[in-house]
C-alpha cells in the first residue's frame, strides 16, 4: 500500500526555522516526484514544487522560490520542505503528495497534512 | 504563468445534476484532474484525463472538456457530495490549482 507520512504540527515563532518531512512506503521512493501543497487557513490549495528523490531534480512555483527549500534523502524515504526565517504569513497546512505513474508530477496520492503555526 | 479559474460556489439540492467549471488556457493543452478535498482532510483524486474515473470513485462523477473549460459533473448530488472541488494541471513540470468550489448540497 502506497503511503505518505508526515511529521506533526509545528508551532513556531517568526524569524525561527523549520523542516518538516514527508516519508514514503510502499513503492519505489527514488522514481516517483514528490509535490509540495500549501493550504492557508480557509483558502485553496497551492502548488509550491516538486523534486526527483532519484537525483533531487527541484522545481520551485515561482511564488514559493527563494522562500522554501525542497528536499529528499533516498536512504530514508523522505522529502522534506524547509524553512530558514519563518513568518506569520507561513501559518498553513502543507501536504506532500505523489503521482500514480513515475512519469508524472501530479499530486495523486496525498500526506494526512501537517499544520504549521508561526506566532509570537 | 498559468491560471485556472472555477466558481466560489455552487448550491444544489439533493439528487440533483452539479456543474463545475474549470477555465484556462492550460486546460486547452494540458489534460485536468479534479480533486474533492472534505474539512480537515487531505484532497482525493477523483479524476483524471479530464474525463476518467480511479477505480473507487462512483460513477455520478464525470468529466468533460471543451476547449478552454472542463467540468466536474456530479448527477445525482448527494449530501455526502458536499466538500471542496479543485481542478488541476500542469505544464513543463509546473502544476496549478484552480481557487476551489465549494459545493453545497440542501
Known amino acids: 500500500e502506497v503511503q505518505l507520512v508526515q511529521s506533526g504540527a509545528e508551532v513556531k515563532k517568526p524569524g525561527e526555522s523549520l523542516k518538516i518531512s514527508c516519508e514514503g512506503s510502499?513503492?519505489?521512493?527514488?522514481?516517483?516526484?514528490i509535490a509540495w501543497v500549501r493550504q492557508m487557513p480557509g483558502k485553496g490549495l497551492e502548488w509550491m514544487g516538486i523534486i526527483y528523490p532519484g537525483d533531487s531534480d527541484t522545481r520551485y512555483s515561482p511564488s514559493f522560490q527563494g522562500q522554501v527549500t525542497i528536499s529528499a534523502d533516498k536512504s530514508t524515504n523522505t522529502a522534506y520542505l524547509q524553512w530558514s526565517s519563518l513568518r506569520a504569513s507561513d501559518t498553513a497546512v502543507y501536504f506532500c503528495a505523489r503521482p500514480a505513474l513515475p512519469t508524472m508530477t501530479s499530486p495523486d496520492y496525498w500526506g494526512q497534512g501537517t499544520l504549521v503555526t508561526v506566532s509570537s | 504563468s498559468y491560471e485556472l479559474t472555477q466558481p466560489s460556489s455552487v448550491s444544489v439540492s439533493p439528487g440533483q445534476t452539479a456543474r463545475i467549471t474549470c477555465s484556462g488556457d492550460l486546460v486547452a493543452k494540458k489534460y485536468a484532474r479534479w480533486f474533492q478535498q472534505r474539512p480537515g482532510q487531505a484532497p482525493v483524486l477523483i479524476l483524471y484525463?479530464?474525463?476518467e474515473r480511479p477505480s473507487g470513485i462512483p460513477e455520478r462523477f464525470s468529466g468533460s472538456n471543451s476547449g478552454t473549460t472542463v467540468t466536474l459533473t456530479i448527477s445525482g448530488a448527494q449530501v455526502d457530495d458536499e466538500a471542496d472541488y479543485y481542478c488541476?494541471?500542469?505544464?513543463?513540470?509546473?502544476?496549478?490549482f484552480g481557487g476551489g468550489t465549494k459545493l453545497t448540497v440542501l
Open positions: 510502499g513503492y519505489n521512493f527514488t522514481n516517483y516526484w
Open positions: 488541476y494541471s500542469a505544464a513543463d513540470n509546473m502544476g496549478v
Open positions: 484525463k479530464d474525463t
